[in-house]
């Protein structure tokens, strides 16, 4: 497909860009890698030009908080599947560079803190030889693309999407037609039947799906596009699209064109390709596709059953016989480097080299013997860190990384959110699952609009002055059904947060039906009732 030349699009002479945009024109994000290496890695943080900073994001670097210096790095892991080799790297990176810290992300990326600009060179030298990057982890470009964590080994996936996932990744990674996008934009690819990519929240995404052309039962993909969360969240729609597994990079390249071109560019909050969906709708959408890639079929048979949350604890079988993953918890996605590389060798000792990283924060072993499964059961870090089979608050319990770090937080969350679902285990006793997200800032990294409960930070002015608390959101799922949670009249301090949702969840308790999710008893009762529920709790408090 002929593409654009760089540089000559229509939006360069328009009067109404944003200051973000004519920064973009004048250096593209790509070029500040040179810099950094050139110039800054060699004269320090005091030489950075401060317009560069924002570019830096183009490296896969943000400032972090503090600003004094350091930086966070976002590491991509395409399709959230990554060996052990990489998995020793980024340990290692972490050791050396990152005070042994290493968070595991909601899109399955792998983040470090802690770093120096005169770092980068080697961290990039390190990620290089192991086939990793973090080049356009961050920025308005194509960023880390989402995926099925057990492709390859998943019995409930209609093909293997790791090539289809690698394809598309080597065509955007460092592509200059494609690194001058009006917002971040987000992709994922799963052939999983459980939507384990959670398509509905990204700007583009590809589900199972499968189609009968000239007689033929063909295994493909449906398209769905403007999806995205941050305080107006939408939900993607299905283009009228199906697209056969080497018409996927197409469909990409055609659908990121779309946004290139016709996306907003006045206002930062106003240019995610959400918005472009929202007003044009989805028949317009295809009819501007279409235009840069040709026709496809039109839509088939939907083969997303349901939603798994991206959850996958426990032993479980694979499609290949006598062969088993291990799902396992890693408590608000956090880890050291020794924990890490205590995964690496679980990895090469019990299965086949490779690691998975899940949106849930979480990790899987995979390609387990039959014979090694009940040795691995034993290992001191399954039995005592990353279980199989985890406590209810702290198995369900996802953060952002808050104002610890993050300049945008304004609360803190990770050992906010550790600590609240521990207080809940030994308090409420659930059988169920329930989800609890917990988020810093409405830019929702850590996704609270898909959860069951969703806290967002929040400040409030006592007597002592201002303090931390939470506003309540409830009933989120990417379920068949998908809709994000409500909020509820309610700013909870932090010193309440605890009881109340314990009460709240009493409540769940009670008067839930068999089997009933929270979601689906928020959805039976409805929001009033819950509002009633936290009037009662509030007077009593």
């Known amino acids: 497909m002929a593409m654009a030349e760089p540089r000559n699009w229509k939006w360069v002479n328009d009067p109404t860009l944003n200051k973000v945009e004519y920064d973009k024109l004048e250096k593209d994000g790509l070029d500040v890698i040179d810099t950094i290496m050139e110039k800054y890695s060699k004269e320090g943080y005091s ?12 490296a896969g670097v943000y400032q972090q908080r503090p600003n004094n210096g350091h930086f966070m790095m976002r590491i991509r892991i395409p399709g959230g599947v990554l060996t052990s080799d990489q998995a020793r790297v980024l340990a290692d990176i972490a050791k050396d560079y990152g005070q042994d810290l290493v968070d595991v992300t909601t899109r399955q990326a792998v983040q470090f803190h802690w770093l120096t600009v005169e770092n980068i060179p080697d961290i990039y030298d390190r990620l290089d030889s192991v086939g990793l990057s973090s080049i356009e982890a961050c920025g308005d470009c194509p960023r880390t693309i989402m995926g099925n964590p057990l492709a390859g080994i998943d019995p409930h996936e209609t093909m293997d999407t790791r090539p289809i996932v ?87 390249i055609g659908v990121t064109t779309v946004f290139r071109d016709f996306g907003y560019r006045q206002k930062r909050n106003h240019a995610r390709m959400k918005f472009l969906v929202a007003d044009w709708g989805v028949e317009k959408f295809r009819e501007e596709l279409v235009k840069i890639t040709g026709e496809f079929e039109t839509k088939g048979e939907e083969l997303i059953q349901g939603w798994n949350a991206g959850y996958f604890y426990g032993i479980h079988e694979q499609k290949q016989k006598g062969f088993y993953y291990a799902g ?51 290992e001191p870090i399954v039995q005592k860190r990353f279980k199989l089979q985890p406590n209810t608050f702290v198995g369900y319990a996802v953060s952002c990384t808050g104002n610890e770090y993050c300049n945008l937080a304004i609360v803190e969350t990770k050992e906010r959110m ?58 989120g799922t990417l379920d068949i059904q998908s809709r994000f949670n409500k909020k509820l009249k309610a700013r909870i301090t932090v010193d309440k947060l605890g009881p109340f949702l314990a009460q709240l969840i009493g409540f769940y308790k009670e008067e839930r039906n068999e089997q009933e999710s929270y979601w689906e008893y928020v959805e039976r009762v409805g929001l009033e009732h819950i509002q009633a529920q936290v009037d009662s709790l509030l007077v009593l408090s």
């Open 47 to 58: 030489s950075i030009e401060p317009s560069d900073f924002n570019r830096f994001k183009w």
């Open 418 to 475: 550790r600590s609240l679902a521990e207080y809940l285990d030994q308090t409420v006793e659930l059988d169920t699952a329930l989800r609890i997200h917990m988020v810093g800032c409405p830019n929702s990294c850590g996704q609270r609009q898909i959860a069951d409960i969703g806290l967002q930070g929040a400040l409030v002015k006592t007597e002592n002055g201002m303090v931390d608390a939470f506003d309540v959101f409830v009933g």
């Open 328 to 378: 396992l918890s890693v408590p608000i996605g956090r880890m050291n480097a020794e924990e890490l590389a205590e995964l690496a060798r679980l990895a090469d000792e019990f299965g086949d080299g490779t690691l998975g990283t899940c949106n849930s924060q979480n990790v899987l072993i995979r390609y387990i013997p039959a014979d090694k499964v009940e040795d691995f059961k034993q």
């Open 166 to 252: 690698a394809e598309v990744e080597k065509f955007f990674v460092r592509n200059r037609d494609f690194s001058n996008l009006p917002r971040k934009y987000k992709m994922s690819i799963s052939a999983n039947v459980w939507n384990t990519a959670h398509a509905q929240i990204n700007d583009l995404a590809f589900t199972p799906a499968k189609k009968v052309i000239q007689g033929e039962a063909v295994f493909g993909f449906h398209v769905w596009v403007g999806g995205g969360l941050s305080a107006k969240p939408y939900l993607a729609q299905m283009l009228d699209v199906f697209v056969r597994p080497d018409e996927v990079l197409k469909a990409a």
